[in-house]
């Protein structure tokens, strides 16, 4: 085999990390992951798709590519590249499935994935908001049971479940926090019951951060490297992505949003600060802004179906919601200069309504240079945007089964 050597001649295609004067056979290894994890985030890629992503040469890709095809982790399929005939490379059924599990508003969801990104199989039912943890997860268990029978798929092929809960995860405990969606849930771990059930890895992760990577890989953020997804309902989080990644943060909180302050003597909220953003947003004030107007019954859904029909307060209101959220991202523009910022959650259901006066607000707060290039738009996938993001979360952060097992490339002629 002489990719090994191919590698050798292009030291800039070393990955981080290794020894400067490391085996030939790490090298080879290095480049190897490089190639699997280029195809895994995208799907499929051409052969220069993946040298013009990782750096490699075109020769070593191509090495590469027929030495994994040898061991079944990806399959070619032609494709068109330009008008002109390609080859696109996707990781093979065999390196396994992953699973996207959502406790969202209302429903829980549940996905089947290959690495390849095709949705195997999919289904969303009702879930009372006053059930306990334990009876949301034995319902998740028997649902991911029908998708796995529907998919023709066994539970030993799957790699990992990816798992949103709809409020924070404490980092040190894993416990789940304050959650204004399902309140019989706080301090359940998640993590540890649902793995414990499923006998599977489970990944947990809250719902801004996943809707993040739904639309990254599937969605409105399709080609983005820097972009952030704003879920705008009860509050405001944001999923941050840098360099093409989700950014957490040492602590799991990055893009708290829905804190900045607009109002040092605005309404107290619910994190002990008074006029966060969020205390500008949330329902309740929304609401209470129209209950002398439009009475007590008024729900979000309603205002924003009132607004869509021209109702004037409810514009009015969605409006006011749009310019607050717009000095957010103004301030997130001014930080992270993103391509895009993607709108999420009940609030992102008025459309231009809401989108008008956040990007008004934009060209006021935030600086011309940062704001050029950026779009702001809803998102594409609806509530399936954190389900998707789910699978996309064990695909990115979990190696396929297929991966773990690989032997260590054997290197003809490797010199030390
Ligand atoms: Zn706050």
Known sequence: MSDGMTGARFPEAQPPGSPSSGSQSSLHRGNLDRVLHAVRMAGALTQAEIARGTGLSAATVSNIVRELKALDMVEVTPTSSGGRRARAVSLSRASGVVVGIDFG???????IGDFAHRVLAEEHVPIDVDSSADEGFALADRLLGVLLDRAGVVRSEVTGVGLGVPGPIDIDTGALGST????????CHPREAMGERLGLPVLVDNDANLGALGELVWGAGVGCTEMAYLKVSGGVGAGL?????LYRGPGGTAGEIGHITLDESGPVCRCGNRGCLETFTNASYLLDLLRGSHGTDLTIQRMIELAGAGDAGCRRVVADAGRHVGVGVASLTNLLNPQRIILGGDLAGAGDLLIAPIVESVGRYAIPSASRRLSVVTGSLGERAEVLGAMAMVMSEMAPFAIERTPEPQIAGAAM
Do not use: D, F, Y
């Open 105 to 111: 508003h209302r429903h829980l969801r549940v996905a």
């Open 180 to 187: 204004t969606i399902l309140p019989g849930w706080v301090g």
């Open 241 to 245: 992505v840098i360099g093409g990644r």
